[in-house]
């Protein structure tokens, strides 16, 4: 799983909820951040393997963004290539990109998982341009609603778009 880091928030919720329940069920769960694990808030299963590539941050230029952006694609290539997963889930617009983009060419399924609804949460040209472009090349497109799904189907004109809600403990009762 890859995404941008493990603070406090729903994406990283649904990833350590996710990892664990993978893990649990005797699958080897490699957990890739962008960031370190200094503003950790969510802690994994110590049976899963965390990496960090320390790569998180705001870009100052247009040129700064493009190399600290091409930086993480090749951070996020040789991480794909020695993990030997055979499918990878990635979490969010521009972490999706930057996966899309660095798994390309290799044989690992890549399974994007959209957290947001883009109808709500427009991107910046660029991303958009990025996204319609790259996108296809997942094994999977997930959104976790319906609308976000519609919207995803419409905006990318292709309908590889799933429905996959977010992960429920399985333990306890749902009203607690």
């Given at each position: 799983m890859i995404c941008s880091d493990l603070q406090a928030g729903g994406v990283q919720r649904v990833v350590a909820r996710a990892s664990s329940m993978l893990q649990n069920a005797g699958n080897k769960v490699i957990v890739?951040?962008?960031?370190?694990?200094?503003?950790?808030?969510?802690?994994?299963?110590?049976?899963?393997?965390?990496?960090?590539l320390g790569l998180k941050g705001p870009s100052g230029s247009l040129y700064a963004g493009i190399k600290a952006n091409l930086q993480r694609i090749?951070?996020?290539?040789?991480?794909?290539?020695?993990?030997?997963?055979e499918i990878i889930v990635s979490f969010?617009?521009?972490?999706n990109i930057l996966t899309l983009l660095a798994n390309l060419f290799l044989k690992t399924?890549?399974?994007?998982s959209e957290r947001n609804d883009p109808s709500k949460q427009p991107l910046g040209f660029s991303w958009k341009v990025l996204r319609t472009l790259t996108y296809p090349f997942a094994y999977r497109v997930t959104a976790n609603s319906r609308?976000?799904?519609?919207?995803?189907?419409?905006?990318l004109l292709f309908s590889k778009v799933h429905f996959l809600p977010n992960p429920l403990p399985l333990e306890g009762n749902i009203s607690e």
């Open positions: 890739i951040t962008l960031s370190d694990s200094a503003s950790d808030f969510y802690r994994l299963e110590p049976k899963i393997v965390r990496k960090t090749s951070a996020i290539r040789k991480e794909i290539r020695g993990s030997e997963c969010v617009t521009a972490t399924k890549l399974i994007v609308n976000a799904v519609y919207s995803l189907q419409k905006s």
